[in-house]
């Protein structure tokens, strides 16, 4: 079946540094989502990409989806406490079945 | 004010009793997905629903049941042949048109066995 597997599982940053996870699938995707968790909180929707070599930007935050529709990044530059939480991609295969990656938890040191 | 709704929050089960979990949404969504979370881990996908009186099965079906006789409400029940109950559990929804499926995530339901 689908698999989506997320890397790192966890990261810790200093305030300021530059952090990236990353999402593979073992299937070509129709699109994938990004969405992020709060501690104690659940999954809200970032963003989505449809396109191949798409690349989408929210304020300090970078997505691209791959050339073959297999894998995806979330950058953030310059990372802040309010960035805290874990970032969860999850890849829909057209059959209206989300699948989650394991997530990369963030965590900064102030 | 639309939204999607879990309860209860918080959830307490003997051993060897059956649970449900209830979800409601009024957004009008045809999909709705259960996940569940253990601590430190991801969503794994329990069943999803995308028309009213049908489901399929996700990653970790044994041990859980899904109904969705109407399209607001998909309630899971926790069997006494789910080995390891103990995690947070997730329902969402979302649209199925014109290819975009941002999921819209409840609450969730923390159950405990005790």
């Known amino acids: 079946g689908q698999q989506v597997m997320q890397i790192p599982q966890y990261q810790h940053v200093q305030e300021g540094e530059d952090f990236t996870t990353y999402c593979n699938s073992s299937?070509?995707?129709?699109?994938i989502q990004w969405y992020k968790q709060r501690p104690g909180g659940h999954p809200v929707f970032l963003i989505q990409?449809?396109?191949?070599?798409e690349v989408k930007k929210q304020k300090r935050l970078t997505f691209q989806f791959g050339e073959a529709k297999k894998n995806s990044s979330l950058h953030i530059t310059a990372t802040q406490t309010t960035d805290v939480g874990t970032y969860f991609c999850?890849?829909?295969?057209?059959?209206?079945?989300?699948?989650f990656g394991q997530g990369t938890r963030l965590t900064i040191n102030p | 004010d639309g939204g999607i709704t879990q309860s209860p929050k918080y959830l307490f089960r003997k051993e060897g009793q059956n649970v449900t979990l209830s979800c409601e949404q009024n957004?009008?969504?045809?999909?709705m997905y259960w996940y569940r979370q253990d601590p430190g881990q991801g969503l794994r996908l329990i069943y999803y629903?995308?028309?009213?009186?049908?489901?399929q099965k996700g990653d970790i079906a044994e041990g859980y049941s899904v109904s969705r006789e109407k399209k607001e409400s998909f309630p899971l029940t926790v069997t006494s042949a789910q080995k390891n109950p103990t995690a947070f559990y997730l329902c969402?929804?979302?649209?199925?048109?014109?290819?975009?499926?941002?999921?819209?995530f409840g609450q969730g339901t923390r159950l405990t066995v005790v």
């Open positions: 629903s995308q028309i009213v009186n049908d489901f």
């Open positions: 957004l009008n969504h045809d999909a």
């Open positions: 969402a929804s979302s649209i199925i048109q014109g290819g975009f499926t941002e999921a819209f």
């Open positions: 299937t070509t995707l129709s699109n």
């Open positions: 990409l449809v396109k191949s070599g």
């Open positions: 999850a890849g829909n295969q057209g059959a209206q079945k989300l699948v």
